[in-house]
């Protein structure tokens, strides 16, 4: 079992930044997959960024060069660094891993980017 806890969500006007921060209940260096997502209203969950236990890291076209993706395994945590934020970048973020096969969820984060 893996339990999975987002936070640093919250309201951002335009431009502005947030980060993003996933702790995880065991070593993160344990995960073959390390991703985050997000889900705006109305739409399908969208992967954003992934990082994986061979250090490759992949982005969405949408994000590429505003947005990176990194852990700290000291920490067990996962980041999403967010830059240069726009308002079609809210959605509720949820960070996921792979661990032995089984994918898992944190709760997720709500990010608001608003005048």
């Known amino acids: 079992q893996v339990q999975l806890v987002e936070s640093g969500g919250g309201l951002v006007q335009p431009g502005g930044s947030l980060r993003l921060s996933c702790a995880a209940s065991?070593?993160?260096?344990?995960?073959?997959?390390k991703s985050w997502y997000r889900q705006a209203p109305g739409k399908q969950r969208e992967l954003v960024a992934t990082i994986t236990s061979g250090g490759q890291i992949n982005y969405v076209d949408s994000v590429k060069g505003r947005f990176t993706i990194s852990g700290d395994n000291a920490k067990n945590t996962l980041y999403l660094q967010m830059n240069s934020l726009k308002p079609e970048d809210t959605a509720v973020y949820y960070c996921n891993v792979q661990y032995r096969g089984v994918p898992y969820w944190g709760q997720g984060t709500q990010v608001t980017v608003s005048s």
């Open positions: 065991r070593s993160i260096f344990s995960f073959n997959v």
